[in-house]
């Protein structure tokens, strides 16, 4: 409790200090009327990736976690309202024609589900009037392709939903018997 009341304070001091700093800014404004932008954070990395997915969400490489859908962009996220693949229509998709700049990619990650030519065809046809290229995949092979466009700097996004069902593998298991093992051990310092 007296953390989030010490944190309390340190907010409103903030907040305080910028509504300050802002008002001290205005009394000296001089400019053309045009509104401008201080971007605070101007560091040049791969932008946001995805290093994990569950049924109930994602986890990105800031730590944030989001639950539920997400749509995803080099340097956003957003969470996605559909329920699931069979939500996915022109209207889901009107954001990712809408933003600027134009995506090159959009990859579209559906759970776990098949995919069948019927619902690709649905999803390409439209994305191909705005001049958008699509890629529609299972949700563990999208992560992967957004990742690596992401990487490689290529203006893309993903619209990705969370599988129903986790498939494990052999090096997922030896993963976490090393994590048990290590729990278990001593230190000698």
Request: proline share 3%; net charge neutral.
């Amino acid at each position: 409790m007296n953390v989030l009341h010490g944190l309390g304070k340190i907010a409103q001091r903030s907040l305080r200090r910028n509504i300050c700093t802002t008002l001290a800014r205005r009394s000296t404004y001089e400019s053309d009327g045009k509104t401008s932008v201080t971007i605070l954070n101007k560091e040049a990395d791969a932008g946001l990736m995805i290093n994990s997915y569950s049924q109930f969400g994602f986890r990105l490489n800031n730590e944030m976690v989001v639950l539920g859908p997400m749509a995803i962009f080099s340097r956003t996220v957003l969470s996605w309202n559909v329920e699931s693949y069979e939500d996915i229509n022109d209207a889901t998709l009107s954001l990712f024609c809408a933003i600027e700049p134009k995506i090159d990619v959009l990859v579209v990650g559906i759970g776990d589900q098949t995919i069948t030519p019927a619902f690709s065809r649905k999803i390409i046809d439209f994305m191909k009037q705005h001049k958008i290229n699509v890629e529609v995949l299972g949700t563990e092979q999208a992560c992967a392709t957004f990742n690596f466009l992401n990487a490689e700097n290529r203006v893309v996004a993903a619209a990705l939903i969370p599988p129903i069902s986790i498939r494990l593998t052999e090096d997922d298991l030896m993963r976490k018997q090393i994590s048990l093992s290590k729990t278990f051990e001593v230190s000698d310092k």
